[in-house]
């Protein structure tokens, strides 16, 4: 397990900006061993939990041509027909993983594939399973194309989250399992299946990105 690159700053900022409040407040509760004791944990606590934030976790992907894996750590909590409107227009079936902020944060590639579609919208911070929130929050929209289909991948933020990190460009390979992005305190991540495609979760199972297969291509 090591930290994620995009932590780095934020880690920083919070670790001096406790020290700063710690130091600040010494003066006024130095007569008081369980106040010192009290905050010090509270900031503790608080470092502890930015920290957990950007954890990274090494895994080892076993990559297959058939097999669409979890681009997120988190819960399934939407898997549906639906009108995808933004590139394919047309009838796909959404699987949808909700990123608590207790969930690893990385985003990888389902699948490999050459990079047809790479978009970033603003939009609002509605909470992650508000109906509106695939088309009006911040979001980006990225399709994975190879020789078994299309795919797309849409990375929204949530009421907590406020910043996505998106890597891929047009025109782009990506590999089976690549980081494609990072999702600030967590969020939702959308996925955009062909029709046919054998969905292998179900509503309310918890995934593992990059190691729990999503979908397998018929």
């Known amino acids: 397990m090591t930290i994620h690159k995009e932590g780095y700053r934020i880690i920083a900022v919070t670790f001096i900006g406790l020290l700063i409040f710690n130091l600040a407040l010494r003066p006024f509760i130095m007569k ?9 944990l509270i900031s503790l606590f608080l470092f502890l939990l930015v920290l957990q934030f950007f954890r990274s ?15 997120a750590d988190g819960k399934v909590v939407v898997i549906e027909e639906v009108e995808e409107t933004e590139y394919f227009k ?14 690893v944060h990385v985003n990888w590639a ?3 594939g050459l ?4 978009k970033y919208h603003a939009g609002k911070y509605l909470v992650a399973w508000h109906p509106k929130s695939s088309t009006e929050n911040e979001r980006t929209t990225l ?18 989250a406020r910043r996505i990190i998106y890597y891929p460009e ?20 959308d996925v955009f299946l062909p029709i046919g495609t054998e969905i292998m979760v179900k509503i309310d199972d918890k995934v593992s990105g990059k190691l729990t297969p999503l979908a397998k291509f018929s």
Request: neutral net charge.
């Open 32 to 40: 008081f061993p369980e106040a010192q004791i009290t905050v010090g």
């Open 57 to 71: 976790p090494k895994r080892e992907l076993k990559t297959d041509e058939n097999l669409v894996y979890c681009p």
């Open 90 to 103: 047309d009838k796909r079936i959404q699987v949808s993983i909700f990123m608590s902020p207790l969930n």
């Open 110 to 112: 389902p699948i490999a």
């Open 115 to 118: 990079v047809k579609y790479m």
């Open 143 to 160: 399709v994975l194309e190879n020789e078994k289909a299309a795919v797309l991948i849409r990375q929204i933020a949530g009421a907590v």
């Open 170 to 189: 047009e025109g782009e390979n990506f590999k089976q399992g690549e980081e494609i992005g990072f999702i600030k305190f967590g969020s939702r991540v």
